[in-house]
């Protein structure tokens, strides 16, 4: 494995090996430097190798004592320990935050849950669906009298679950540099994603604004805030909420002039969607690029994956790192003088421990 770089090079994290949220959160720690020993059940496969990229693996039986102490000896030297159990596994392993901060009093603790450690969901299985559900934000996702609609896994395991872990962590390890203590970190994803609804909290007496679903502005309702389906079967998003905006968007993309007036009023956004509807499909995607991409039309057309990696905007930004053969998202944010890169992993997990010192 390639000599870690970035910001957070020389932080030590131990992360026990799972699915969705936790995995995610390793990742933006090691990109950006930090070095990560995953503890992996015996004869594990990788299962995802951009998420699990930059690893150091151990594997370790959980329920053997041997294995218990090689975890209490990595965890003695480590700053962060990222766990995604249900509650009350760690502890029952002996493996739980009493355990080992008592060991290692400035450890960063991090438990990665859909409910959170207590609370009469607690111990329920669930996934990202359920979690957005009760949050408020799959309520607001669809068009309106039609189910909602779980915008993939986005806003609850990696929105709502993740980012705000790493933010965690990253909050705990700023807080240590006072205190000298670690602690514990309950990063659950129905904290996370009621977080990401702060914004319509604030807005609940703005209309155009509603969480209502096929209502609010930002939901897609809007004429100018929607997307459109081209001659060629693809589609284009628009975004032009501001008045300016809109009017060069309407006078670049030659729309009826009636369109220009009642921009806000919401009763006309059925009627004008429909012109715009039947606009956009009298050219192709190519074709509206080429008139509104690049311009304050508020544009972009909508890509698979795929064609997303080989967008032009995207490639001048390296948003995508070909590494052993495959691609990668890029590390992300960017540094200045401590950029992040994509690494290796590589089953060196001991090594990696003896060398933190805290080897039993």
């Given amino acids: 494995m390639s000599q870690p770089t970035g910001p957070l090079t020389g932080l030590r994290v131990l992360e026990f090996a799972g699915i969705g949220p936790g995995p995610h959160v390793a990742m933006l720690l090691a990109d950006l430097g930090a070095q990560v020993v995953r503890i992996d059940r015996p004869g594990a496969q990788v299962t995802n190798p951009v998420v699990e990229r930059a690893r150091h693996r151990l594997a370790l039986d959980l329920k053997s004592e041997e294995g218990k102490a090689a975890v209490r000896g990595a965890a003695a030297s480590a700053d962060v320990l990222i766990e995604g159990f249900r509650p009350g596994v760690m502890e029952r392993l002996g493996l739980g935050p009493e355990d080992l901060l008592g060991l290692n009093p400035r450890l960063v603790y991090a438990r990665m849950t859909g409910w959170g450690q207590d609370g009469p969901l607690a111990q329920a299985a669930g996934h990202d669906i359920n979690y957005i559900a009760i949050t408020g934000a799959l309520a607001a996702v669809g068009r309106g009298g039609e189910t909602a609609i779980p915008p993939q896994n986005l806003v609850g395991d990696f929105g709502g679950g993740s980012m705000y872990c790493a933010f965690g962590i990253m909050a705990a390890l700023y807080e240590r540099e006072r205190s000298g203590k670690g602690q514990v970190v309950d990063a659950a994803i129905v904290d996370g994603a009621t977080s990401l609804m702060s914004f319509f909290f604030g807005v609940r007496h703005v209309p155009h604004l509603s969480t209502e679903r096929g209502r609010g502005m930002l939901g897609g309702a809007a004429h100018f805030y929607r997307c459109f389906t081209c001659a060629d079967g693809k589609e284009v998003s628009l975004g032009a909420i501001e008045p300016q905006f809109y009017a060069e968007m309407l006078a670049k993309a ?107």
């Fill in 254 to 360: 030659g729309a009826p002039a009636d369109l220009a007036n009642g921009q806000m009023n919401p009763a006309n956004w059925d009627a004008y969607a429909e012109q715009l509807a039947a606009l956009f499909l009298t050219k192709t995607q190519a074709e509206w690029c080429e008139l509104l991409e690049g311009t304050d039309a508020c544009f972009a057309p909508v890509l698979g994956i795929e064609e997303a990696r080989a967008h032009p905007h995207m490639k001048a930004r390296s948003a995508y790192v070909e590494h052993d053969g495959m691609w990668h998202t890029a590390p992300a944010p960017r540094f200045s003088r401590t950029p992040g890169a994509v690494r290796s992993s590589a089953d060196d997990g001991a090594e990696v421990v003896a060398r933190w010192g805290g080897a039993s």
